[in-house]
């Protein structure tokens, strides 16, 4: 019997009796039997006819088996592979045929003399392994994440393509100092990373670690999952190690939402009952004060100390009602507020969190600016820019935040060239400008993602312009920035306003009116 040259073939077989009911070419090109001679005989009697050794493998009724079994050709090295499935409610059963070497067990036992006297066996098997190594350079270079095989002093041995994505021009050096990786592990996780290197190392088996890298240039950090096992020799000796690195960025930033909404959820939990026991402090303060300010004559010298200490109480009462507003589970619903109060109010937090050596201006207009907005929300957009904004200037740095209100077709963040830079409605514009290092050109397009921070040794989350970002695309707006290194950075914020306030405010007296008058005519007919 000759050996196939063919990759695989399918032969239908029928469950009950055996027969064969169908097959394709390539099985009559192996058998050299034309059609009429193949349908309808036993599958099993045809088998064992073209060899009777098979007759030992196939049992009688085996259509009704389930198998995979290796049938040896002029050699125990050389054979086909016979898979059956069948499909007793179909009625019938699938057989599938394929050249194949013997199984590893009875392969190593075979003269390989019987492999290389066969020409067509020699071809098939390079041809097949060519396949195989195909496939495998497939999987490795469409799996995601990184292959490597990494020595005990940290240097390369291997590394699949995938490390070019982080590092496209750094990755060649690799091989050759095992430092450079170590050095791109952000600084506080290195020590956990050589820790769980030492403890697992001679365990002979597979650990993982999660730690944090760090891109160049532009300051974007990159969550990993290692995934690596020991390779040891018999006596002992750790030689290196067999692994994987897989970017888990995304799936920590949604580990890190759930646990910021637990987090605020127990400091809710906490904080509402601190809130009203310092409230109640700070109310006796202010009736006090309030009492004896009133009592105490305009040029009494206590008088003016007294009148701050009233005000002073009251505004700690809203300061901190505010700080807990910051920490809600839920955001508050969309409400119509004026632009301009709210952020004239958020001015006594900002004026705590900018230091006292350095200068805060505002310009503000004298309209209403009337938006849709979740004052919440809102509220942390601002307090995040502010916050940049003080984390970039220096000692006696400045810091301006104006608001002015924009037509429909007029320019918008003048200077920042990724967006349109003209209002598709009548909206307000916000810009917080500071005079501080200012933000790299290199690094524009990276702003506005998760975990990208430009503070060194990762003083930042890399949340806050992300956060930012999705709450003005959330409400229809527009966040851009314009920067100069050495001399500061703008930030823009696009807001849409409703009608303006007047006209609101006839609406929503027309309609209590015309409710007030539906209710009386209502009672007129009852009576």
Not at 43 to 69: A, G, H, Y
Not at 167 to 173: D, K, L, R, S
Not at 183 to 209: A, G, H, P, Q, W
Not at 232 to 243: A, H, M, R, V
Request: net charge positive; aromatic share 10%.
């Amino acid at each position: 019997m000759k050996s196939p040259n063919f990759e695989n073939c399918q032969v239908a077989i029928s469950y009950d009796d055996g027969k064969i009911l169908e097959f394709s070419k390539e099985f009559s090109n192996w058998l050299g039997l034309p059609r009429k001679q193949i349908i309808n005989q036993g599958f099993r009697q045809l088998m064992i006819q073209l060899s009777p050794q098979w007759e030992k493998f196939l049992v009688t009724n085996c259509q009704k088996k389930t198998f995979n079994i290796f049938l040896p050709i002029e050699s125990d090295a050389l054979g086909v592979s016979l898979s059956l499935v069948p499909y007793k409610k179909n009625g019938l059963s699938v057989a599938s045929i394929s050249p194949a070497l013997a199984p590893h067990d009875s392969l190593k036992n075979a003269f390989l003399g019987d492999i290389m006297n066969n020409p067509k066996a020699i071809a098939n098997t390079l041809i097949r392994l060519q396949k195989a190594e195909n496939r495998l350079n497939d999987y490795v270079r469409n799996f995601p994440g990184i292959f490597f095989t990494q020595r005990v002093d940290l240097t390369f041995s291997y590394l699949s393509n995938g490390i070019r994505n982080f590092f496209p021009t750094e990755y060649g050096n690799f091989s050759r100092n095992g430092n450079l990786y170590l050095e791109k592990i952000v600084e506080k996780d290195r020590e956990y990373f050589l820790n769980e290197l030492k403890n697992n190392s001679m365990s002979r088996m597979t650990f993982s670690l999660k730690y944090r890298i760090k891109l160049f240039p532009t300051n974007q950090l990159i969550h990993i999952l290692d995934v690596r096992t020991p390779t040891i020799t018999s006596g002992g000796k750790l030689l290196g190690y067999d692994g994987v690195l897989i970017d888990i960025t995304r799936q920590s930033i949604a580990e890190h939402r759930l646990s910021n909404s637990v987090w605020r959820e127990s400091l809710t939990t906490l904080t509402n009952g601190l809130v009203h026991d310092f409230s109640n402090l700070m109310a006796g303060i202010y009736s006090i004060s309030e009492l004896y300010h009133g009592m105490m004559e305009k040029d009494d010298p206590m008088s003016n100390g007294m009148g701050q200490i009233k005000k002073s109480s009251m505004q700690a009462q809203q300061l901190v009602r505010r700080i807990i507003d910051l920490h809600k589970e839920k955001p508050t619903c969309r409400v119509v507020h004026d632009l301009r109060m709210l952020l004239k109010d958020q001015m006594d937090l900002l004026e705590i969190i900018i230091p006292r050596s350095s200068k805060l201006s505002t310009s503000f207009p004298n309209e209403p600016l009337p938006a849709l907005i979740e004052e919440t929300g809102f509220r942390q957009v601002i307090l995040n820019l502010a916050i940049n904004s003080r984390d970039a200037i220096e000692r006696n740095g400045k810091i301006s935040i104006s608001m002015r209100k924009v037509e429909k077709g007029e320019t918008i963040m003048p200077g920042y060239q990724s967006k349109q830079t003209t209002a598709d409605c009548i909206g307000a514009e916000i810009t917080i400008t500071d005079n501080g290092t200012g933000i790299d050109e290199k690094l524009s397009k990276k702003v506005f993602d998760p975990f990208f921070t430009t503070k060194e040794d990762s003083g930042g989350s890399g949340f806050g312009l992300y956060n930012s970002k999705i709450f003005m695309d959330d409400h229809n707006g527009q966040i851009g920035f314009k920067s100069e290194i050495g001399k500061g950075t703008s930030f823009f914020l696009f807001i849409p306003l409703v009608d303006n306030f007047e006209s609101l405010q006839r609406k929503r007296k027309r309609a209590r009116k015309a409710t007030r008058e539906f209710v009386k005519s209502r009672k007129t007919n009852f009576k």
